[in-house]
């Protein structure tokens, strides 16, 4: 693992209010995740920490990314 990729990894406490932040937006929205479960999107960011840590650059730029992973 390269330098630049090591240094992207979420610190537990970052991943827990990503998460918290983007279920809540899963919730709210749930006419654009039709046949969708949160817990198997969860499951599936969790699997590819690099897609958690662009969604949560997007979120701390007010970017408010929604999650819709079939």
């Given at each position: 693992m390269s330098k630049k990729t090591a240094k992207r990894v979420l610190s537990?406490?970052?991943?827990?209010?990503?998460?918290?932040?983007?279920?809540?937006?899963?919730e709210k929205h749930m006419n654009r995740h039709?046949?969708?479960?949160?817990?198997?999107?969860?499951a599936k960011l969790e699997a590819h920490p690099e897609k958690l840590w662009s969604l949560?650059?997007?979120?701390?730029?007010?970017?408010?990314?929604d999650v819709d992973w079939p």
């Open positions: 537990p406490a970052q991943l827990d209010e990503l998460l918290a932040k983007l279920e809540a937006r899963f039709k046949g969708l479960e949160w817990d198997n999107v969860r949560n650059e997007m979120e701390k730029t007010g970017g408010e990314p």
